[in-house]
């Protein structure tokens, strides 16, 4: 595709905090290597990779953009991660298609919390990372500061490899710390984080004090990849300063798609395979964004691991097995695409119109298929629930609910069967306002939402008997069933365990399943409060029927309100679901969290550390957490955030229970009502 080698190829994800200046710096990097005719700005809502309407109209980043960029007879793709914590599913799939992660900063602000956590995850994914201390030009920044900053949380490996000549308005320039006239001390320093990768080089370092440029750019990959050094650069998106030596920068001495470590996978045959970015070799490629475009379908981004792919060619999506041809390949500078007839190992591409691709798949050869591994998203934690505001609109709910979750990774949806309602899930409230919106937009549906139920369950911690006759004469054939049932707690996990202790005959064989029926549908509504009922042994060993009025219907019935009255009379309870959360907090506020969660009923379980943030692992009732990540961030100032699993099921205490049976009891009156 155009001519551009695997080893002339580079490709970056630009990830931050919200704020930092991404969508801006990228723009610039397109308008100086020619890219663009004008340079877009935020404001003017003309930027190439925030095309959407909802960007624009909010003037933030929201989904994953893809760009490239052709500078000093190298391909770079540049994929500009949104910042915001509610949008991070963009910066992992960016983190996980690109090779390197440029990570911003603003000089402003200094390293926010969105910064930290993205940098962990580009550690953890391997990926070698670049700093860029953005907005250097703005009022009162002090990026010296900034610089010692990160140096104290990142180490001495990240390195400056240019320097401002000053910070403010006062900014004309930034000067490299590799000219004859730069830092010497930086020098030293970025040249002895280069060579720890190098064994025999830092030998020759050691015994000379010399590399020449020629070995330390030939190194300087090498170290990117292996962690030795993270270099910095200075630039401001206003005045433009900066952004041509990191392009240079980038071209002269950052990695090439062969220097990064494998992909990881699974052959065929189900064993482990290494993957690494290569010409050669069957075709391999894995979707990271999918999109719907109102004009051309479904379109797949996708980035070629291994060989070469051209027009026509027929793939297979590893774990299926129907092949699908290639018809249309597409180059994309944000929302405009260029059709290409061919692309290799490091390109990012879009195919278009193949229905069965999926965020993650894999695109192979179908003579030597491989499944490379899926990535790893945040789950969902903040839930509404949703219903459309025109009856009539089911379907267009359910097609909007498809695209939505098809799109975007971090949201689910799912119709919850203990409170019959549609619940949608996101990784915030902006998060979920965002896709609301786009409903209405994309699908002409309006939804009313709210907090969701909790799905609350109902079980026994006693022993008790029930007894039932069901008799009905209606002049013709009559209906009779007569059951007595024993009810006591199962182990909690197991169930029903319904036991036919029935002897004599009283209750022929063929009623037996009717009475079961009848039990475990009673189980399903709900007893005392509507939830279902679970982990209860029924034991059914006595009864009576009519050799003409007996019929299954009868002995259903009896069956259930038999267990009814023995589960009322076997000192019945509400459980409740139990979340485990892992809270980020800075340690100025851990004293405020740890206090708050002792209020919401929380159980402690212990600390850890994350960077300079301090880990508070705990046990909480989801009734206690629906609306925490905003109330988190408003006692963190923005700096906290959690993550939430569902752990178990666990009591509801009577003074909080008979609240929640009393409203479910108004509840069932105004839908008699209705």
């Known amino acids: 595709m155009d001519g551009f080698a695997t080893s002339d190829v580079r490709s970056l994800v630009l990830v931050g905090h919200g704020g930092t200046g991404k969508t801006t710096l990228s723009e610039i990097m397109l308008n100086k290597c020619g890219m663009t005719g004008r340079l877009g700005r935020i404001s003017d809502r003309n930027t190439v990779s925030d095309y959407d309407v909802e960007e624009k109209d909010r003037q933030i980043s929201i989904d994953l953009s ?68 953005n907005k250097v030009d703005a009022e009162h920044t002090h990026p010296l500061e900034v610089l010692a900053a990160v140096r104290t949380l990142y180490g001495k490996r990240a390195v400056p490899v240019n320097l401002p000549d000053d910070s403010g308005p006062a900014l004309t320039r930034v000067i490299s710390v590799l000219d004859p006239d730069g830092d010497a001390g930086y020098k030293q320093e970025l040249y002895e984080a280069v060579v720890e990768s190098d064994e025999a080089l830092m030998e020759k370092y050691l015994e000379t004090g010399e590399v020449s440029a020629e070995e330390f750019k030939k190194a300087f990959p090498k170290a990117m990849v292996a ?118 190992a490091g390109d990012i591409v879009v195919v278009s119109r193949i229905d069965g691709l999926y965020n993650c798949a894999t695109l192979c050869d179908p003579n030597n298929t491989v499944q490379l591994a899926p990535f790893a998203y945040p789950t969902p934690m903040v839930s509404r629930a949703i219903e459309p505001k025109a009856r009539g609109d089911e379907q267009k709910i359910s097609n909007a609910i498809a695209k939505s979750t098809e799109e ?73 069933g007569e059951v007595y049932l024993k009810v006591e707690p199962n182990v ?16 022929p064989r063929q009623y037996i399943p009717a009475v079961e029926k009848g039990v475990r ?39 259930a309100r038999a267990f009814q009255e023995a589960f009322v009379a076997a000192k019945p309870m509400l459980l409740e679901p139990i979340m485990k959360v892992s809270i980020y907090v800075p340690d100025r506020a851990l004293g405020d969290i740890t206090g708050d969660l002792t209020s919401r009923r929380g159980r ?71």
């Open 492 to 507: 909690r996990g197991k169930g029903l365990e319904f036991l036919d202790e029935v002897v004599g005959g009283v209750i």
């Open 408 to 480: 975007d990774p971090t949201f689910k949806a799912e119709r919850t069967a203990s409170t019959n309602e549609l619940v949608i899930s996101g990784l915030g409230d902006l998060h979920l306002d965002v896709i609301i919106s786009r409903m209405k937009r994309r699908f002409d549906l309006e939804v009313n939402h709210k907090m969701p139920k909790i799905a609350y369950l109902e079980t026994i911690t006693g022993k008790s008997d029930g007894h039932y006759r069901h008799k009905k004469q209606t002049g013709g054939a009559g209906q009779f």
């Open 66 to 133: 893809v760009m490239y960029l052709d500078k000093n007879g190298k391909r770079i793709y540049l994929l500009d991660a949104p910042g915001y914590a509610d949008f991070v599913g963009g910066a992992v799939s960016g983190l996980n298609a690109a090779d390197i992660a440029l990570v911003a900063i603003n000089c402003v602000n200094g390293i926010e919390v969105g910064t930290k956590k993205i940098w962990q995850l580009a550690k953890e994914l391997g990926r070698p990372r670049a700093i860029i201390i």
């Open 227 to 344: 962690g030795s050094v993270f270099p910095v650069f200075f630039t401001s998106s206003e005045k433009v300063v900066g952004v041509e030596e990191l392009l240079n920068f980038v071209t002269d001495y950052f990695p090439a798609p062969s220097d990064i470590p494998p992909r990881k996978g699974m052959d065929r045959n189900e064993q482990p395979v290494e993957l690494a970015v290569s010409p050669e070799g069957h075709f391999a490629a894995q979707v990271f964004r999918i999109q719907t475009d109102p004009f051309v379908g479904k379109l797949a981004y996708f980035r070629i691991i291994r060989g070469n792919v051209k027009t026509g060619d027929v793939a297979n999506i590893a774990g299926g097995r129907d092949n699908v041809k290639l018809m249309h390949l597409y180059l994309v500078q944000g929302k405009e695409q260029k059709e290409v007839d061919k692309a290799t």
């Open 521 to 559: 549908e009673q189980m399903e509504h709900g007893i005392i409060a509507g939830y279902p009922v679970v982990d209860v042994t029924v034991r059914l060993y006595d009864g009576k029927y009519h050799p003409v009025d007996s019929k299954e219907i009868a002995f259903k019935i009896a069956g």
């Open 604 to 674: 402690i379980l212990g600390m850890d550390t994350f960077g300079d943030m301090q880990v508070v692992n705990a046990t909480v009732p989801l009734a206690e957490i629906q609306r925490y990540s905003t109330e988190l961030r408003s006692t963190t100032q923005g700096e906290g955030f959690y993550e939430s699993v569902f752990s178990h099921y666990d009591v509801v205490p009577n003074s909080i229970a008979s609240g929640i049976i009393e409203r479910a009891k108004v509840d069932r009156s105004k839908e008699e009502e209705q």
